[in-house]
């Protein structure tokens, strides 16, 4: 039997060349491992609208959704997901911690000193070696 693939988002955001990261909860599936932002599509939900409400019920903050950055499957214990990355821009609202342990704006030089979740490492390494580029969202 074929298993059904979760499809999940993730947003890229730079900012004054600087990219959003955030850390999972200890109490949350994966715990303690950075992640580009982000998360499950819901039934009747495009990616890019997925992203935007999950933005909002994980940060409180409005985003623009930009172009399609690429996607990476992963294959975990609980299941297979294909993360979806997108750029994104914040447009409005404070950042609030409702679902991340905490946040942080680093270079992409930096990304090598955090422990991303595996399906978000593939998307760390492309930023780092140039191949996803670091630029304002147009």
């Known amino acids: 039997m074929e298993k059904k693939i979760i499809k999940v988002t993730a947003a890229i955001f730079v ?3 600087m990219l959003l ?3 999972r909860k200890p ?3 994966l715990p303690n491992l950075w992640e580009f932002p982000g998360g499950k599509i ?17 940060f409180d ?15 975990y214990d609980f299941g297979t997901i294909e993360l979806m990355a997108f750029r994104a821009s914040w447009e409005k609202g404070d950042f609030k ?6 946040i942080r704006w680093i270079f992409k030089h930096e990304l090598d000193q ?5 399906a978000d ?5 492309q930023l780092m070696n140039g191949a996803i580029e670091i630029q304002k969202l147009s």
Not at 42 to 57: I, V
Not at 114 to 118: G, I, V
Request: some cysteine.
């Open 61 to 75: 903050i409005d985003v623009s959704v930009g172009e399609y950055v690429g996607s990476n499957i992963h294959t």
């Open 15 to 17: 900012n004054d060349g």
């Open 121 to 125: 490492r593939a998307f760390a390494e």
């Open 27 to 29: 109490t949350a599936r």
């Open 114 to 118: 955090f422990d991303f979740a595996p």
């Open 42 to 58: 819901e039934p009747n939900e495009t990616p890019r609208e997925c992203l935007k409400r999950e933005l909002k019920e994980e």
């Open 97 to 102: 911690l409702l679902d991340h342990e905490e």
């Open 21 to 23: 990261i955030a850390k």
